[in-house]
């Protein structure tokens, strides 16, 4: 039978699902400030800023993925 609270299917580490929430939460803010730039990319002046940011978007998303998990195609 299913309990109505919640509980941590790590280890029952409450540390450990904190700790994965928070990352989730980090790596979707993320995602949403990399969409926003991309999009506004062509209207960006600053070729300083445009370069950090070509270069932190292609750093990001040339890391692997999870153990056992492939990363992105090369």
Do not use: W, Y
Not at 11 to 18: D, E, I, T
């Amino acid at each position: 039978m299913e309990s109505p609270q919640l509980h941590c299917i790590l280890n029952s580490n409450n540390v450990a699902c904190s700790f994965a929430v928070g990352a989730s939460f980090l790596a979707f803010l993320s995602c949403l400030a990399f969409l926003v730039l991309d999009t506004q990319e062509t209207h960006i002046a600053d070729t300083r800023f445009k370069t950090a940011f070509q270069l932190l978007d292609l750093i990001l998303a040339d890391t692997p993925g999870l153990p056992g998990i492939p990363g992105p195609p090369k």
